[in-house]
């Protein structure tokens, strides 16, 4: 029997908001478990009734246009027939229906065929069962091609007609993809570790879920849909740890397991239940094992415990890849070919037009409502997504040669940071004054010491300029969040990038949507790309590294990016020397970099220097005193001289060899000759050649688009550099540092971004280059996975304390010019994540639901807006106006104390936010220098200060902050004033003065507005 089509829709839309997955109890999920009711009222109560509605508005507005027709016509007839040609029934007498006369028979045959369509159109009551079926069976066909596991996206149809509307504006070649306008949103997570904590009387147990390589070859699988297969097998237990871990594997079935669990969306749960008891089996701790096994309530299909761990561990790592930029504007218009392609030539051999036309406009009305609906919740999820990140921490690598002494004290009795010395740098025996005075290069990294002291010692630093100071920058986050976080500050700021994403291969550590490989890892690159672009001088250079499965669609990504015409070239690194004599076609012994200019025609490459073996080309065996030079030949492979001969004043007779031309005109070698610029040799008769002295020459050569292993490095030389620094090679795909050597080299650039940076060679090689040349090269690292504390952050501690290492030792101290030239201050930043924000959001839900305040605020929103429009609408923006994350419920009246709940292996935490840092990157500021004031007549309250410039330093800008509790206005009013007549009297004169919170002082401006305005601004700006 066939399900009812409102049922089969109403399943669909359920299906949509996984109201019956309980285990999606992270990010948006919560919300929609949290307002189930109203979800729920909308799906089964709202639906049906917007289908009565609708039919009902569209039954309206036809016989409205109807009757106006019918009146119109009546009045025509009545002047053109007679008075009374329309009897009292409105019918038309029959006599003028069989006139002879044609226009009297048409006219009243118009007439008579529009009284009876309205007639023809029924109110909503007498609409029939079938045209409501045949709405919900639009809304059903429609919905269900867009709508693949918490994504909106065009599924894959295959029918001789087209299924879908592409939006083209007639370019010459139009580069699509079939999520071209959504966000990316699982870079931030790549299957990284699950990991929980549970306890009973004995204490406390930690369970982890870690990715395995695939043991299944891939010739020996089946199907295109991928599942998490645990692997009791490889499962481990750490005693004095009291911690599980049980690998998986995320791969394709094999034939004979597609035949066993089906290939359908109950595969993984299949998989899952058979594996539960095998799990449950491998646990060694009996205790362990009980507390696993036992059901989470007492309902009677109540999941275990590591059933809904293992449920909820590949939901989270297989949901919501995507976000719509535009929901609402690509919805609607694929209804209209929908409509247009779908149901318009269906109607087109069915008698009854005008009831067709009435569900075809009902149909829309309603698709129009749902669309609203679901566009609402996208919005808010593309909010969250494109507000920017908060800065959560802000710590300093520092040499200790620049920190004061007055805090070697503080530090030497700091066991965090000596413990790091020595597992990061191998520090060993007693560390003291005499010792820090020795290694002046030894880093200081602030993250071990309270914040208080941080402050202390940024304000005392020696530096005039603290932004013009800080060589380095790294970001712990998600590269597209980074980015736009740092978009004011470096915006057309950055010479060159450099990066090296993932190459897509399937195997590598990039997450992409079954079946949307491709569309995934495009939709990802562009908008990073796009990014980057704004953030590049005019005359800047960006490189990207990869390979031969995604060259050609990133090449297209690029030009459409950049430009065509500002392709530079596709360079052809050699990654391997040796030959692979068991790959199944050809040795893959190559990589790409494809290089695009901002401005083709302002960039210029930097000559690369002449190497020995190119110097050794040139000699002086005339003793020349015009020096070195080489001989060159006179003849060229091309010309349009077809006989040439030239006699030399010594008698040589010279002519081109045969099929060459000659390369200079007679008059030339005349003046060649009178120069002394013609050799013949040792016995002064040999074959003529023109000397070509090294000092006449560019000072470098032009760089090669075949870049060989010899000259830059191959895979095993980047593995060898990082053991190095790291015996246990904690990273196994480095690049090579003489490879991105000669990338930075080339593009002449003083700030280096890369924001895939990975275990952090491009920081290394700026620190290498500077070292070496004395420059201020300036690198920019944005990094998001855990290698950014394993293996990034200890590398350019490593390699500013000293330039050469081996087996994970310094092979020397730094010399005393490597000293002065090592990074003086590398920045480190981390970063909420969308996770994080996401989480704020259902916490704040959970927070409204249970104020009494906020559910009145509620009731008087659905009082006013009515229960349909605030399900359609309200129920999501509430909380989203009022979630920390947003910074818009809360004022900054308390900004040291501003907090977010972060997601950690232990579970969510309240971490605070360093507003001040945030503000200063959303601004664009130039930060000089930082200090503290302290308001004497308002109990020593606290200013901390920030006098900075903006980012093209023409504007100077002060923005002051302080805890407002208990503040009085006309104290600080006098208190500002008198500082601000004291800076102007020392010559700080500022063009903007502003502060958190309100204040009286003439001349200062409230931030809050400005912050929250930064803070939510869309992508676009």
């Not at 005693?239 to 109950?266: C, I, Q």
């Not at 005499?434 to 309270?450: G, I, M, N, Q, W």
């Not at 040999?686 to 050569?701: C, H, Q, W």
């Not at 990034?792 to 310094?810: F, N, S």
């Amino acid at each position: 029997m066939n399900e009812h089509p409102l049922k089969k829709l109403q399943s669909l839309f359920r299906e949509l908001f996984q109201l019956d997955l309980a285990d999606l109890d992270f990010g948006l999920y919560r919300l929609f478990h949290l307002k189930r009711a109203e979800i729920e009222a909308f799906i089964s109560e709202q639906l049906p009734r917007e289908v009565d509605a609708a039919f009902r508005i569209v039954g309206d507005e036809e016989r409205e246009k109807l009757r106006a027709e019918l009146d119109a016509l009546a009045r025509e007839v009545q002047e053109q027939i007679a008075e009374d040609a329309i009897l009292p029934t409105g019918e038309i007498k029959s006599e003028y229906l069989n006139s002879s006369a044609k226009v009297v028979r048409e006219l009243a045959e118009r007439y008579e065929s529009v009284r009876q369509k309205v007639a023809a159109v029924q109110v909503a009551e007498e609409v029939t069962e079938k045209d409501k079926a045949d709405v919900f069976n639009y809304l059903y066909d429609f919905f269900r091609r867009y709508y693949e596991d918490g994504d909106f996206i065009p599924k894959r149809r295959y029918g001789a007609r087209e299924t879908y509307a592409v939006p083209y504006n007639g370019e010459e070649v139009f580069f699509y993809w079939a999520n071209r306008d959504q966000h990316y949103v699982k870079t931030a997570e790549r299957f990284r570790d699950y990991a929980f904590k549970l306890d009973d009387l004995t204490g406390e147990y930690r369970v982890r879920f870690v990715m395995t390589e695939a043991s299944i070859p891939k010739d020996n699988t089946k199907g295109n849909a991928r599942y998490f297969f645990p692997r009791p097998d490889l499962a481990s237990y750490d005693v004095e740890a009291r911690e599980f871990t049980l690998p998986f594997e995320y791969r394709l079935p094999t034939p004979e397991e597609a035949e066993r669990y089906g290939n359908n969306s109950k595969a993984q749960e299949a998989i899952l239940e058979e594996a539960l008891p095998r799990v449950l089996e491998v646990v060694p701790d009996s205790d362990l094992r009980v507390l696993l096994g036992r059901p989470i309530n007492e309902g009677e299909d109540a999941p275990t415990l590591l059933q809904k761990r293992l449920r909820h561990f590949c939901r989270r790592n297989t949901s919501d890849y995507f976000i719509h930029k535009n929901l609402a504007g690509f919805l609607t218009r694929e209804l209209e070919f929908y409509i247009k392609d779908q149901i318009i030539h269906l109607m087109d051999i069915e008698a009854d037009l005008d009831a067709k036309r009435r569900v075809v406009k009902t149909f829309r009305k309603l698709a129009e409502e749902v669309i609203k609906f679901l566009a609402t919740i996208e919005d808010a999820q593309k909010t969250l997504f494109e507000k920017k990140k908060f800065v959560l921490e802000t710590d300093y690598l520092i040499p200790v040669r620049h920190v004061p002494r007055e805090f070697w004290p503080e530090i030497l009795c700091n066991n965090g940071q000596l413990l790091e010395w020595q597992r990061w740098l191998a520090v060993e025996g007693e560390v003291n004054e005499a010792f820090l005075e020795a290694h002046p290069t030894l880093p200081v990294y602030t993250r071990h010491f309270d914040r208080g002291f941080v402050r202390r010692l940024l304000e005392a630093l020696p530096f005039e300029d603290l932004d013009e100071a800080t060589d380095g920058l790294l970001v712990h986050g998600e590269n597209y969040q980074a980015l736009r976080l740092l978009m004011e500050r470096y915006r057309e700021q950055v010479k060159c990038i450099y990066i090296d994403p993932p190459y897509n291969t399937g195997s590598d550590e990039f997450i992409y949507k079954d079946r949307y490989q491709h569309s995934s890892w495009l939709a990802m690159m562009e908008e990073r790309l796009r990014i980057a672009w704004k953030l590049m001088l005019e005359d800047g250079v960006i490189f990207v590294s990869i390979d031969d499965g995604e060259q050609a669609e990133l090449r297209k990504v690029l030009e459409a990016i950049f430009g065509k015409e500002n392709f530079i070239n596709n360079i052809i690194w050699q990654k391997k020397y040796t030959r692979a004599n068991d790959a199944r076609w050809f040795s893959d012994n190559h990589d790409f970099i494809i290089t695009f200019a901002k401005d083709k025609h302002k960039f210029s490459p930097v000559l690369l220097p002449r190497t020995e073996k190119q110097r050794k080309g040139y000699s002086n065996p005339d003793n020349d005193p015009r020096g070195p030079w080489k001989a060159t030949p006179l003849h060229a492979k091309s010309g349009t001289v077809q006989s040439f001969t030239y006699t030399f004043a010594n008698g040589v007779v010279w002519s081109p060899p045969p099929g060459t031309y000659p390369r200079y005109s007679v008059e030339t070698l005349k003046k060649l000759e009178l120069e002394n610029r013609i050799w013949f040799g040792p016995e002064g008769k040999g074959v003529p050649a023109k000397k070509t002295f090294l000092s006449e020459v560019r000072e470098g050569m032009i760089p090669v688009t075949i870049w060989p292993y010899n000259e830059v490095g191959h895979n095993h030389e980047a593995v060898n550099e990082i053991k190095m620094l790291f015996p246990k090679n904690p990273y196994s795909s480095p690049k090579p540092t003489r490879l991105i050597a000669r990338i930075a080299q080339i593009s002449g650039g003083d700030v280096i971004l890369d924001f895939f940076a990975g275990s952090g060679t491009t920081g290394h090689v700026v620190i290498n280059l500077n070292h070496a040349d004395g420059r201020r090269r300036k690198f920019i690292l944005v990094e998001m996975g855990e290698c950014f504390d394993t293996v990034l952050l200890p590398r350019i501690a490593k390699v500013m304390y000293t330039p050469e290492w081996k087996d994970g030792k310094p092979k020397r101290g730094a010399t005393p010019e490597e000293a002065e030239r090592t990074p003086r201050l590398v920045k480190i930043l981390r970063l909420e994540s969308y996770e994080d924000t996401l989480h704020n959001l259902a916490v704040t839900a959970e927070r409204l639901s249970a104020s009494k305040e906020a559910r009145k605020r509620e009731q008087a929103y659905k009082a006013l807006a009515g229960e349909d429009t605030y399900r359609l609408r309200y129920w999501i923006e509430l909380p989203l106006k009022e979630a920390e994350t947003c910074l818009r419920a809360l004022d900054l009246a308390h900004p040291f104390n501003y907090t977010l709940e972060v997601l950690t292996d232990n579970g969510p935490i309240k971490k605070p936010v360093n507003l001040v840092e945030t503000f200063n990157y959303l601004y664009g500021l130039r930060v000089k220098c930082y200090e503290t004031w302290y308001s004497p007549d308002d109990g020593n309250r606290e200013y901390r200060v920030v006098k900075a410039t903006d980012r093209e330093s023409k504007r100077h800008i002060l923005v002051l902050w302080r805890d407002m509790k208990g503040l009085n206005p006309e104290v600080e009013r006098a208190f500002l004033e008198d500082k601000i007549t004291e800076m102007k009297l020392e010559g700080e004169v500022w063009d903007e003065i502003l502060i958190n919170g309100a204040s009286p002082t003439p001349g200062v401006v409230s931030l809050d507005p400005l912050f929250k305005q930064l803070v939510m601004g869309d992508e676009n700006e």
